[in-house]
């Protein structure tokens, strides 16, 4: 049962036990030297700093349901590591240089070691969730695994849709576009299937684990959302990514698309010809430059509202549908952290 | 039961099907555009050219131990998909030309891509070997799961170490550092699985499973000897590789390395000098030059000659541990594929 009395303590306590779990999980000692370095570099990512929102939100959804969070322990940190090989090989594709504030892995590394970095924890991801079976038994841990198939295909079919368009020079895109992107890319692995997860393990019926596909989708793009915006306008020492790196990487982001359908021919012309550019040679007075009309046509307020407005549906969809959940510390939570997603600087 | 009269023939009708299934297997028709040129990508590997040895090893040494190879078809599917998302990767970590005959896919399609092309595989092995719970009952499905985890674990590690030799500029390597990153890197998922997990569909004691560990070893650092030495004499139509790729990408082979035990000094600086030249700047003339040498000191043909002793010790081992098994057609066409993998042109 949850003792904590506040999200921020909720978060640290999950960090603190997901770091040490995955810690412990992770091989540490090798004969040979190469690959007590291939353990080092495996452990990178993991021990930086993080929100574990991801597990966060499975601990919390098993609780909520009646579960006991303990049986859900593992999974969470399958999610965590899922996190993990998918955040350096995103940085890879992306050409990202930081990462919680360091360095990305690849750029510490180099590509090649860094992919198979990645590979590396991917097979443990997979590693972890066999040990499902032992607690769980058989038929649970399978359904288990065929959620994390279900959303691994998602996933790559989001990233590999973001990166057609950067490698097709393409910016003619609607909302929708992006909604279908973020959706496969973001929502799934970071909200629906974290819930959707929590509320299996705790028993619950097909029709309430379904029921997280709309709430889990409404807050994973304001997650993302508010993502973007943080991009833009946040505090490279809370944030650790780069700021404004998006307009660096040539992302398209939701703030990107309002500017189009808000400024001038020429403005917008002068964007695309700013934001084609490799990333070596944009100048840092020309990412300012887009940056400025992003505020000037009030794109970034405009990307902050729908974030706040879908994670309002998320929040209203919750309590309507589960009305007769009991009003426990976990249910609590997980509202809280509907608010936490929109309003947070990291 | 076998019907085929060849191993030839073996080969072709287990290609075919596998082929066939996963093309089956792998997702076609998408509304998006993008993903529908996912798909594509992730059909590409698969459907080249190749030997689909893995596959055939899993499927006789099923039948051989008297289970029904329908049994192991899956999963003989999945190890093919695991060659496919693991040479996608390493094509780029190697900074490779060619594959079965055609560009690499990052070379179509830039590495971004092919990063996530590879994932998007990678997952889809999962995502089939969960379907061996239906056919096969919960537990042995988990126990090819966790046969693949242990598989997986070795390969990333075997491709670390090869990685770091490269990246650290490393070339006092003795024969048993190949040794060992062969084993982890090709013999795991070459030959020790595929074959362990024929035997364990089957319904083998563990005793018998184990025993490939060491038939496995052998046969499978046999394959990658030939396939080295392929590399630099084979031609380029039937091997599909580009001819002394190895050499331009500046592997570590055992030719090598004999080279480096028998040269001068000179000579071996020499070699250095040449193979530590980033892939672009080395010239024709130059990768001739190290070629000559591993001719002029028979490092090929010592190559070759440990890849056929090898093939020769697994050979008498399994006739030795198995003398008592039943002689069928599938036991006779292991043993045949045994000198398949050290006389093969490709």
Known sequence: MLKVDSLD?????????????IFDFLPQAHERVEVRRLYEMMGDYPMRSGKRLRPALCLLICEAFGGNPEDA????????????????????????????????LHQKYGIPMAINVGDALHCKMWELLHRNAERLGYELAFQILSEFTRLSNQVVEGQHIELSWVSNNRWNLNEE?????????????????????????????KEV???????????????????????????????????????????????????????????????IEIMDKPRANKRADEIQEVSRLMEKYKSIAYAQERS??????????????????????????????????IEREY
């Open 9 to 21: 303590e909720f978060l640290k306590e999950t960090k603190d036990k997901i770091d040490a779990y």
């Open 73 to 104: 322990f593992n999974t969470a940190a399958a999610l965590e590591l899922l996190q993990n090989w998918l955040l350096i090989h995103d940085d890879i594709e992306d050409g990202s240089d930081l990462r919680r504030g360091q360095p990305c």
């Open 177 to 205: 576009d992006y909604w279908t992107m973020c959706v496969q890319k973001t929502a799934w692995y970071t909200c629906i299937t974290p819930c959707r997860l929590g509320a299996m393990i705790a028993g619950a019926t």
């Open 209 to 271: 684990v379904d029921e997280f596909l709309e709430i889990g989708m409404n807050l994973g793009v304001a997650f993302q959302l508010q993502d973007d915006v943080l991009n833009l306008i946040g505090e490279v020492g809370q944030y650790g990514k780069e700021i404004a790196g998006d307009i660096s990487e040539g992302k398209r982001t939701l703030v990107l698309i309002h500017l189009f359908n808000s400024c001038t021919k020429a403005e917008a012309l002068r964007v």
């Open 308 to 341: 706040k407005a879908l994670a309002r549906k998320a929040y209203a969809r919750f309590n309507q549908e589960f009305a007769e959940l009991p009003d426990t510390r976990a249910r609590d939570l997980f509202l809280q952290l509907i608010h936490f997603v």
